[in-house]
């Protein structure tokens, strides 16, 4: 079971970037597919991306499609996350979730899924 830590949050005008970093422990990151969820004030926490074992593919919501990005560096136990032209609805806590996979291909979405979470870090983007 690995352990998750966020970082790179942070206040930021609309418009801005930010990027994230979750760092993993344990010596078996490259088993887990690494993901992220948000939690804005008053409501529930949702799916933002999500990324494979092998890092060839990812997932995205909708509503940041084309302006977040998930990457990983499984030499370093890292995944990023960039996120571009932030919108003031994007105002939340990230969480850095990971879930054990057997399969490089194999990714998730839903947040009963993932089994190890962070503590979050909070971003806020001002309008």
């Known amino acids: 079971q690995v352990q998750v830590v966020e970082s790179g949050g942070g206040l930021v005008p609309a418009g801005g970037s930010l990027r994230l970093s979750c760092a993993a422990s344990?010596?078996?990151?490259?088993?887990?597919?690494m993901g992220w969820f948000r939690q804005a004030p008053g409501k529930e926490r949702e799916f933002v991306t999500v990324?494979?074992?092998?890092?060839?593919?990812?997932y995205y919501a909708d509503s940041v499609k084309g302006r977040f990005t998930i990457s990983r560096v499984n030499a370093k136990n890292t995944v990023y996350l960039q996120m571009n032209s932030l919108k003031p609805e994007d105002t939340a806590v990230y969480y850095c979730?990971?879930?054990?996979?057997?399969?490089?291909?194999?990714?998730?979405?839903?947040?009963?899924?993932?089994?190890?979470w962070g503590q979050g870090t909070q971003v806020t983007v001002s309008s």
């Open positions: 344990g010596r078996t990151f490259e088993s887990y597919a």
């Open positions: 990324i494979t074992w092998s890092g060839r593919t990812t």
């Open positions: 979730a990971a879930r054990r996979v057997m399969s490089s291909g194999s990714y998730y979405t839903r947040e009963a899924d993932f089994s190890s």
